[in-house]
């Protein structure tokens, strides 16, 4: 039984139909990497333009991996590298 049996408005979740936006620059942050996670997957997001240092704005956005419909494209993305390589410390 998963946690959300019980919860039939609870579906699953499409990052690719968010959109982030930076409260900084007021501009629409780009998604540059993907991390799988045992619980949690994260996508991260920064600005693409001069005004933000991405380190200052970034954008991590966590969502529960039993809820996550994102992977597969993610992983179809030309920034994600799987196994090791461009894994974020932890
Ligand atoms: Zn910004």
Redesign the pocket.
Known sequence: MTATDDRPELHVIDIFMMSIK?G??D?Y?TIVKFRKGGEKNAYIYE?E?E??DPNV?RTIVEVPSHLDNSTRRAEELPYYQSEGAGELPE
């Open positions: 930076c900084n620059c501009g942050q600005c333009n005004t933000c704005t």
